[in-house]
């Protein structure tokens, strides 16, 4: 492998492991801020160890969130030095005013409700939390934003090499923003949701503190099957307005080589190894065109039409993207995602009117809920980025002109062996200090009223 080929693993690898911990982030910010709102309202107990559980392990995710994130920064001007300087103009603006409004707001309100609990008026330091929930969308809309320029350029001007900003208005209200986001921070609540199933789950097959667990995972429960709904009608959107802007996307995600009308989708396809020959395949009538065009018979342009459409207009080139990668990645994508959803529907069902589920299965079921969405989440950017080349910014500027040209391939080979070692050991420290905690169930209150509410020493 090149440079080229190495730097992109080093920032695939970096990126997937990052976006681990930011639906976490997000979703149970919100979640442990709904908690915490019950237990101002009515002042139960059990609704404020639920607040102190469930924040610790939020705490946990978001440090070493803002760890990770750091780094993609620094690779842009290591590796990507070309990309940064083409798109720095505009790429720079979205992500600056995420650096200086919402991670400045989120990480400044979080403070505050760390270390405000004896400090501040209930009220108040309620608000502190949901103020910092609210800073994590605005920091993930900022950064779609800039994500989306890749996939849709707006708002801009070609320079003499470059190109630069004549709108930054245009830049945020995007409309591959204004679908992706909402997808996005939908497929946050579904991943905090099942991952507060999957923890109480496992609390409840022990007979650990029901009167906190099984609340949370009916809370759990809920989230992830409203939020499963929520991606169905998102994604459905997204589809059709990533079918208009980058049609060779979505033929390449049914491997779709001839322009087809009406078009069925495959659930499952056995081909050669490059997908350009099916040997086998179950398909529904339809459901590609549904999804494309919204219409039932609608005509979805094959990549062999497409390709030679690209040819005449950015030049002689290969633009098929990888086409086993896109069309299992989106399949992967959506299978995990509803698992996840019928999991939690499930789990709803078996614990209703006070119920305790029986057989092993069904718990073993629900606590693996917590991984399918994070898997969902994983395979659904590498089709968003994937399914982009060879491009960085679509029909702009390809990833091969993208790379550093000072960067060699040891280099290159360095950083990606260093950080991927460095990832290793940081996932050993954030998975084994999520399961010690999760494990150690809800706090128990001290006895004096006056004092329950004070900071739980590890998290605060």
């Not at 800039?146 to 996939?151: D, L, R, V």
């Not at 190109?163 to 208005?169: C, D, H, K, N, V």
């Not at 698992?339 to 606590?367: K, M």
Request: charged residues 15%.
């Amino acid at each position: 492998m090149d440079a080229l080929d190495l730097s992109r693993w080093q920032f695939g690898i970096t990126t997937v492991y990052h976006f681990i911990f930011v639906p976490i982030t997000i979703g149970l910010s919100f979640l442990v801020a709904g908690l915490q709102t019950a237990w101002v309202r009515t002042g139960k107990e059990h609704y404020l160890r639920a607040t102190k559980f469930w924040g610790k392990l939020f705490l946990i995710n978001f440090a070493i969130g803002v760890v990770t994130g750091i780094v993609q920064e620094f690779q842009f001007g290591m590796n990507w030095s070309a990309y940064s300087r083409f798109v720095g103009d505009i790429f720079g603006a979205p992500l600056a005013i995420e650096g200086l409004l919402a991670f400045f707001l989120e990480s400044t309100f979080l403070g505050l409700w760390i270390f405000g609990w004896d400090r501040l008026p209930k009220k108040v330091h309620l608000a502190t939390i949901w103020t910092a929930a609210i800073g994590t969308v605005l920091s993930a809309y900022f950064i779609l934003a800039a994500n989306s320029w890749m996939q849709h350029p707006v708002g801009f001007r070609m320079g003499a090499d470059r190109a630069e900003l004549t709108s930054i208005g245009a830049v945020l209200t995007n409309s591959t923003t204004l679908v992706t986001f909402p997808h996005t921070v939908t497929a946050c609540f579904l991943t905090a949701g099942a991952l507060m199933l999957a923890v109480s789950a496992w609390h409840l097959r022990k007979d650990n503190q029901s009167e906190v667990f099984r609340p949370s995972l009916r809370l759990g429960a809920w989230v992830a099957i409203v939020a499963g709904f929520g991606l169905l009608i998102t994604g459905d959107l997204q589809a059709r307005v990533m079918t208009e802007q980058q049609p060779m996307k979505m033929a390449a995600a049914e491997a779709l080589y001839d322009t087809t009308e009406p078009a069925s989708f495959s659930i499952f396809t056995i081909g050669s190894l490059d997908g350009s020959e099916e040997l086998y395949s179950v398909r529904i009538p339809h459901v590609l065109s549904l999804l494309a065009t919204g219409d039932l018979n609608g005509e979805v342009e094959g990549i062999n039409d497409l390709q030679e459409v690209y040819q005449q207009r950015y030049g002689e080139g290969d633009y098929v993207p990888n086409v086993p990668v896109t069309y299992w990645s989106f399949r992967l994508m959506m299978g995990f995602g509803g698992l996840a959803v019928l999991i939690a529907a499930a789990a709803l069902w078996f614990t209703r009117g006070g119920r305790r589920p029986r057989g092993r299965w069904l718990w073993i079921a629900a606590v693996s809920t917590a991984v399918m969405p994070l898997l969902g989440n994983s395979f659904g950017w590498i089709f968003t980025e994937m399914g982009r080349q060879p491009w960085t910014v679509f029909g702009l500027f390809t990833t091969e002109d993208s790379v550093s040209p000072s960067v060699s391939t040891g280099e290159a080979a360095t950083g990606l062996i260093v950080l991927t070692v460095l990832y290793g050991v940081l996932a050993i420290i954030e998975f084994g200090l999520f399961i010690k905690y999760a494990k150690a169930g809800a706090p128990a209150l001290p006895p004096d009223s006056e004092d329950a509410d004070k900071p739980l020493a590890f998290a605060y």
